[in-house]
C-alpha cells in the first residue's frame, strides 16, 4: 500500500507544489496527471501541512476545540506571507454553506493557506465545486475533504418547504433547492425533526457524491489517498460534530 502510495503525486512523498496557476492550466491541457508530474516542484509553502488525511481531520478536530475555547491563536500574516506567495499547500479542504456565520477558517482556527474552501448555500455538490475540489487534491495534494453543514441551514429549510408546499423560488434560487431535494426527501422519510434530519441527510449526501464524484476524486477514495468526512457546525456553540 505505502508502494502504491508513493507513486500517486498528492501523496506526501511525491508531491508537487506548482508555482503558478498557469503550470497547472498547461498541466491538464497537456495530458492531466502524467503532465502534472514532470511539473516544476519546489519545498512545500507550509511544511507543516504536509500531512495525510488522518492527520489533517485531527488537526481540524483540536483546531476545533481551540475555537469553542475561545483559545484561537493570533493571525500571523508575515510568518508565512513570502512563502505563500510563491504557492499554497492547503491541508485540508471544506465544502461548506456560504452562511455568514460558519467561517471554516474560524471554526477550525486555521491560516492562510492552510484551508481550501467551497462554499455554496446549502453545501450542495455542484460541479463547479467538484472542480475546484478536484485541483485542490490533485494538484495541491491536499488529502481530506471535509462537507460542513450547519443546524438551522436556510437553503435546507428552502428545500423542505419546496418540496412540502411545492412552491418555487425565484431567480436560481430553485436550482439550488432541486439539488437539495433528494436529501430533504430522506430526511422527511425518517422519524423526529425534519430540519435536522434533512441537514444531516445533506451531509451524508455531499459526501457520497464526492467519494464517486470520477474520474479523480473516486480513485484517489478508493485508493486510500484521500478521506471525506462530513461535520455538522452547531450555531449555538461553533461546535463541528462529524457525521457517519
Ligand atoms: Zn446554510
Known amino acids: 500500500m ?3 502510495k508513493s507513486e500517486l503525486i498528492g501523496s506526501p512523498q511525491r508531491r508537487q507544489f506548482l508555482k503558478t496557476a498557469g503550470v497547472f492550466g498547461a498541466a491538464l491541457a497537456t495530458g492531466g496527471v502524467s503532465a502534472l508530474s514532470s511539473a516544476t516542484a519546489q519545498e512545500p509553502p507550509i511544511p507543516k501541512n504536509d500531512i495525510g488525511g488522518d492527520e489533517a481531520l485531527k488537526r481540524l478536530v483540536e483546531g476545533n476545540k481551540r475555537y469553542t475555547n475561545g483559545d484561537i491563536t493570533p493571525a500571523d500574516f508575515s510568518s508565512t506571507r513570502a512563502a505563500l506567495a510563491g504557492g499554497q499547500n492547503p491541508f485540508a479542504a471544506i465544502l461548506g454553506c456560504s452562511d455568514s ?10 491560516g492562510r493557506g492552510d484551508l481550501f474552501v467551497v462554499r455554496v448555500a446549502g453545501n450542495v455538490v ?3 465545486g467538484i472542480a475546484s475540489l478536484e485541483y485542490c487534491v490533485e494538484v495541491l495534494g491536499t488529502e481530506l475533504i471535509m462537507v460542513l453543514g450547519h443546524d438551522k441551514c436556510g437553503a435546507v429549510k428552502a428545500a423542505i418547504s419546496s418540496v412540502q408546499s411545492g412552491n418555487q423560488f425565484p431567480g436560481h434560487i430553485q436550482n439550488l433547492v432541486e439539488l437539495l431535494k433528494p436529501p ?3 430526511g422527511l422519510a425518517e422519524k423526529g425533526n425534519v430540519l435536522v434530519n434533512a441537514i444531516k ?3 451524508e449526501w455531499g459526501v457520497q457524491g464526492l467519494q464517486q464524484a470520477s474520474p479523480i476524486l473516486d480513485k484517489r ?5 484521500l478521506k471525506i468526512v462530513g461535520g455538522i457546525y452547531d ?10
Open 221 to 225: 477514495f478508493k485508493a486510500g489517498t
Open 201 to 203: 441527510a445533506n451531509v
Open 184 to 186: 430533504v426527501q430522506k
Open 2 to 4: 505505502c508502494n502504491d
Open 235 to 244: 450555531l449555538d456553540s461553533g461546535a463541528v460534530k462529524l457525521v457517519g
Open 126 to 128: 455542484t460541479q463547479e
Open 101 to 110: 456565520r460558519v467561517a471554516p477558517e474560524l471554526a477550525f482556527d486555521t
